[in-house]
């Protein structure tokens, strides 16, 4: 948990709202953020849909600055909710249906990409899997039986 003294401190780097203009300013610099991040999340989604993962991961240092600078914005803009709602700026509404429309888009990446890291991992066990069968030699006890697995044979080396 951080001290209060630094969360203050970084609210207190905000921008403060304090005319109509800035207000403005505010919403239309968190409708650009959105425009430059909205895209990427979408190609990045069609991506691993069409299971292209080293594509859809070469995005992520672009996705990464995108979504800070919107996630910048919108802290901003909480900071700055009394004021924003005082001078209703232009293009506040369509800020608010595209920040729900853009939610829904994330729901959808978000599950797209859970599925391919499931399906990733399934794949990687699968071939750990074969790889351990062929690396661990096949042996006999006495009899001609096969031995169980986790038994290991007993190895004897005669040079001295």
């Known amino acids: ?23 403005a300013e505010l919403v239309a610099s968190a409708l650009a953020a959105l425009d430059r991040l909205e895209p990427v999340i979408r190609d990045e989604t069609a991506l691993f849909k069409a299971g292209k993962v080293r594509e859809a991961l070469g995005l992520a240092i672009t996705k990464n600055a995108a979504a800070q600078d919107y996630t910048r914005c919108l802290e901003t803009l909480k900071t700055n909710a009394i004021a924003i709602g005082r001078f209703q700026p232009e293009g506040l509404d369509a800020l608010r249906d595209r920040h729900e ?7 959808l990446n978000l599950a797209v990409v859970a599925t391919a890291r499931t399906v990733s991992e399934g794949l990687l066990r699968d071939l750990a899997d074969a790889v351990g069968k062929n690396a ?24 001295s």
């Open 136 to 159: 661990t030699p096949k042996t006999y006890r006495r009899d001609g039986i096969d031995r169980k697995p986790g038994t290991a044979p007993l190895a004897l080396s005669k040079v």
């Open 1 to 23: 948990m951080r001290p209060k003294a630094q969360t203050a401190n970084r609210a207190d780097t905000r921008p403060r709202v304090s005319k109509p203009e800035e207000a």
């Open 101 to 107: 429309a853009f939610s829904g888009l994330m729901s």
